[in-house]
């Protein structure tokens, strides 16, 4: 398989993507961020957040170690809407934190020979993606998806 795109699992977890978090404000409905700020000696995840609209001026804090729900099209810190996410393959949601978790979903995706990581990664990102966007019957409208959210962040 000569000139095949090949992709090996990175490890990545998803809590790894979420230290930047491409939002919708809520006030003005443009591109915020929900930002990270470092608190040395902590884990990532634990750092409080600071939410950011720099198209209105809107502002928020959570402290450290504060989220409301992982897994889902919404920041898992203030519970705001992706701006990465868009409707494809019958409904469903296809949805990325900010541009490395897209990267890291395209990387996969667009592959033609998929390696699994080292042994006991079975909770990376990859791992855990759900079937029907890994199935090669949806390939193509996912990318088509995928490429419009890359589109979004121009």
């Not at 705001?80 to 990267?103: I, K, S, V, Y």
Request: hydrophobic share 40%.
């Amino acid at each position: 398989m000569a000139g095949e795109l090949r992709y090996r699992d990175p490890g990545t977890r998803i809590y790894d993507l979420a230290t930047d978090v491409d939002v919708v404000c809520p006030r003005c409905g443009g591109r915020a961020f929900v930002l990270a700020e470092p608190v040395d000696g902590e884990l990532e995840l634990f750092w409080p957040r600071r939410f950011v609209c720099p198209g209105c001026g809107r502002s928020a804090f959570r402290a450290a170690g504060q989220w409301s729900c992982w897994g889902g099209p919404i920041d898992p810190y203030f519970g705001l809407p992706l701006w990465l996410r868009t409707t494809c393959c019958g409904g469903r949601t296809l949805w990325a934190f900010n541009r490395a978790h897209l990267e890291l979903l395209e990387g996969h995706l667009a592959a033609g020979l998929r390696e699994r990581g080292m042994a006991g990664q079975g909770m990376t990102l990859i791992a855990r993606l759900p079937a029907w966007l890994k199935s090669a019957r949806h390939r193509g409208e996912v990318l088509s998806a995928l490429i419009r959210l890359r589109r979004s962040l121009d």
